[in-house]
């Protein structure tokens, strides 16, 4: 779904493309503007196309009870990356774009843009584990709940926001394309047997781990910008002026995220399984 939002152009939820095409006038914006978008389509076909070629892979070795059990840890700490994310995908890419050719400006807003995330992470952290050890469901299977949690951190890593303001979206694809092209080798590799249901999680969060440790890395030294601390009143506003887009896609993210965590709660994840099943391939062919 494409629409426009201001003076964006707002994509499946995730993604801003900049400027709108009204406000185009030369030829140089005219191909970075086709780059981006190329750039993005190419992404979001790699996000369907590689989960279809492991999860049958998956379904076979560990059984459909696992791949269940896995799908719901997913799910579950979903909502902890909607909470990291906070709307920054939104707000901070704005802001980004708005203010692309102030160096100082960019700087401030990407060190405390992270600064307000690594501090989301830690309070997730800590929700995460009072509910792991707070309830048997959870309990039984910690080991599982703590590995996938590391999707979050490499959320948290890996600045889409800053690469979006910037209109550098290649960044995005190329390093997810990577992230899950050694995924998806990694599975076929090192999942042999029902037991090793816990490396899903462990190289799924290693390598959105290492992508946003190698974004991080781009950005100081391709864009020469580093994290540095402006003050609790910058940090406050920003996360004030986010708050807005994280209320206002919540409540969508919570409902396209809860189908399988809700359906693990009261059911037996041999169901859960075949609904993740199910629901890959439709959003699969909901692609095509």
Do not use: C
């Not at 499946?12 to 140089?28: D, L, Q, Y």
């Not at 979001?44 to 989960?51: G, L």
């Amino acid at each position: 779904m494409i629409k426009k939002v201001k003076d964006f152009l707002y994509i499946n939820e995730e993604f801003f493309v900049f400027p709108i095409i009204e406000k185009i006038k030369t030829k140089a914006e005219y191909r970075r503007l086709f780059s981006n978008f190329m750039s993005l389509s190419v992404l979001q076909a790699a996000n369907y196309i590689f989960p279809l070629i492991t999860f049958p892979y998956l379904v076979r070795v560990l059984g459909v009870e696992k791949f269940g059990l896995i799908s719901f840890a997913q799910a579950f700490i979903q909502y902890f990356i909607i909470i990291t994310d906070y709307g920054f995908n939104l707000s901070a890419t704005r802001e980004i774009s708005i203010h692309r050719d102030n160096k100082e400006k960019v700087n401030e807003i990407f060190s405390s843009v992270m600064i307000i995330k690594v501090g989301l992470f830690i309070l997730s952290f800590i929700i995460m584990s009072g509910i792991v050890f707070g309830f048997e469901k959870f309990r039984r299977e910690w080991l599982l709940y703590y590995l996938t949690f590391g999707m979050v951190l490499g959320q948290v890593l890996f600045p889409v926001w800053f690469f979006q303001g910037m209109e550098q979206m290649k960044w995005i694809t190329y390093l997810n394309i990577i992230a899950k092209g050694i995924f998806t080798i990694a599975v076929f590799v090192f999942v042999k047997n029902p037991s090793h249901y816990v490396y899903v999680p462990i190289l799924n969060s290693m390598g959105l781990a290492i992508s946003g440790v190698v974004a991080i890395y781009i950005i100081y030294k391709n864009f020469n910008y580093n994290i540095r601390f402006y003050g609790i009143s910058v940090i406050k506003k920003i996360f004030k002026d986010s708050t807005q887009f994280f209320l206002s896609r919540v409540s969508v993210s919570v409902y396209t995220s809860s189908n399988a965590f809700v359906l693990g709660i009261f059911a037996n994840n041999v169901m859960v399984g075949y609904y993740s099943m199910a629901e890959k391939l439709y959003q699969a062919l909901q692609y095509v």
